[in-house]
């Protein structure tokens, strides 16, 4: 018996990128910021492209601490589903083409998020990252950076904490 010939790669990513485009549409709020995810492998990268309506104290002139704020926690919510999606996705165990017809798993709530403003967003683009501390069946820990120029140079983050969605249960069930 012979064993099952793997997937041409461009179609894994191409099936890749159709789940997280479907995730990320599930929030509209993220399409109103302009947020986006740029995804290497099973890594996550959040993107904040600089629009003027981003600017909270024209005076200064830097981003709006709310805007910053929903930035880092919207990056927290993919980055934790995303890390809880990976593992069914790459399993067949969830199937791309129902995420992409609107069938989106539960996110995780927020219970608490705590932001640190270490210096004023500027008026360019920003990213960020999430970094799960920890994750369990009902509870996860996500502490994210966000950055613009430099990496090493953080101008906000947050730790989160977050109630996990309950397991969806088999279809057969």
């Not at 997280?20 to 549409?25: D, M, P």
């Not at 909270?56 to 919207?74: I, Q, Y």
Request: charged letters at 20%; hydrophobic letters at 45%.
């Amino acid at each position: 018996m012979m064993a099952k010939r793997p997937e041409p790669v461009q179609v894994v990513k191409q099936r890749r990128d159709a789940a997280l485009k479907a995730l990320v549409q599930g929030v509209p709020y993220m399409a109103f910021l302009g947020i986006q995810f740029e995804r290497r492998g099973d890594e996550l990268t959040a993107v904040l492209p600089y629009q003027d309506m981003l600017i909270g104290n024209p005076m200064l002139p830097a981003l709006h601490g709310g805007v910053t704020s929903a930035f880092l926690e919207v990056t927290a919510v993919v980055g934790l589903s995303w890390a809880m999606l990976w593992p069914r996705f790459e399993s067949g165990e969830v199937d791309a083409e129902a995420l992409a017809a609107g069938q989106l798993p539960r996110l995780p709530k927020t219970v608490d998020f705590t932001i640190d403003y270490l210096r004023s967003g500027l008026p360019r683009d920003a990213y960020a990252r999430a970094q799960i501390t920890r994750s369990g069946r009902r509870y996860a820990s996500v502490l994210v950076e966000a950055w613009q120029d430099n990496r090493e140079r953080p101008f906000a983050q947050a730790m989160g904490h977050f109630v996990m969605p309950p397991p969806v249960p088999d279809a057969e069930a």
